[in-house]
């Protein structure tokens, strides 16, 4: 009876997931197929209309070399878990444009915002590979993949939001289009990204232990202070210099916090196995407690 129940339980996320992949498919490329307004970018719609198949590739290659052991060689599990993870796109799309305010239709699309444009690009991937992350390693079951995803996810978007508290990304972004915060601010999104889909892999034990394995995504706050430390100079050099041009430095940073995040997964990749590591983590989780 428990199996015939928990069949049944994930029959129903199956349908409810697929049912937020078709409304999420549709809603994002119905925009991207019609020719109003006028002025759309070529571009920026052909690049939008990529980033799901190319997202759906990446989660794909994850379920088919890295998740649980029963996930692998399941065309069921696999296509279960592609469905969630459209879901999941469309639930980080939707925060982003509510709690970041930052709209891939109104500001990227409608608005032909560069800016808007590269930083959507940036958390979109940034959302892909969280949910990527999450579904490595073995489970019991698609609510582990939830929880260990929604840890990475809560800890993604509360960065973000203290970020613009400092230094007022989202309105340099989406009102002033600066497309150097919007370079620096995407690829950030991205870089952190990584860090926390490191933080969200790995076999399931219990929530608990979860709990404290995701820890080892604590320098995601050493980069979300960085970037705060480099908004703060370029917000400072733009009041003194009206004819800013950070573009290319802007790259070059991106770039930077990109390998500074890969660099992070893999030193962390050699320092997780360490048990005095491991207990130092739990000694400090109690402590929180």
Same mark, same amino acid.
């Given at each position: ?26 809603? +994002? ?12 970018? @070529? ?70 915002? @560069? ?5 959507? #690009? ?11 992350? /999450?579904?490595? =390693? ?13 840890? =990475?996810?809560?800890? +993604? ?30 690829? &950030? ?7 926390? /889909?490191?933080?969200?892999? =790995? ?14 995504? +604590?320098?995601?706050?050493?980069? /979300? ?7 703060? &100079?370029?917000?400072?050099? /733009? ?16 770039? #930077? ?33």
């Amino acid at each position: 009876m428990d199996a015939i129940f928990l069949y049944l339980v994930e029959f129903l996320v199956f349908i409810v997931a697929l049912v937020f992949s078709f409304e999420f498919l549709i809603k +994002w490329y119905k925009p991207l197929l019609s020719n109003r307004p006028l002025n759309r970018n @070529k571009s920026t719609r052909y690049i939008l209309g990529l980033l799901p198949i190319g997202s759906l590739g990446v989660i794909l290659f994850t379920l088919r070399m890295l998740a649980s052991f029963d996930v692998v060689d399941s065309f069921i599990y696999i296509s279960m878990y592609l469905v969630l993870g459209i879901a999941w796109l469309f639930l980080g799309v939707t925060l982003m444009s509510g709690v970041f305010d930052l709209s891939w239709l109104d500001d990227a699309l409608n608005l032909n915002n @560069k800016a808007a444009l590269i930083a959507v #690009v940036g958390g979109f991937l940034g959302l892909t590979i969280i949910y990527s992350g /999450a579904n490595i =390693g073995n489970g019991p079951g698609w609510w582990c993949v939830v929880f260990t995803g929604g840890l =990475g996810l809560g800890a +993604w978007i509360v960065l973000g939001l203290v970020i613009n508290s400092c230094t007022k990304t989202f309105e340099r972004i989406t009102v002033e289009r600066d497309i150097g915060c919007g370079i620096r601010f995407g690829s &950030y999104l991205l870089a952190s990204g990584i860090i926390l /889909a490191r933080a969200c892999a =790995g076999d399931w034990t219990s929530f608990y232990r979860t709990t404290v394995e995701f820890i080892d995504g +604590w320098p995601v706050l050493v980069l /979300a202070g960085i970037l705060i430390l480099v908004e703060l &100079y370029y917000i400072h050099r /733009a009041k003194s210099n009206k004819t800013n041009n950070t573009i290319f430095s802007s790259i070059f940073l991106g770039a #930077v916090f990109i390998a500074m995040a890969i660099a992070i997964v893999y030193l962390l990749s050699l320092t997780s196995g360490n048990p005095i590591y491991r207990v130092a983590l739990e000694v400090f989780w109690s402590l929180r407690i």
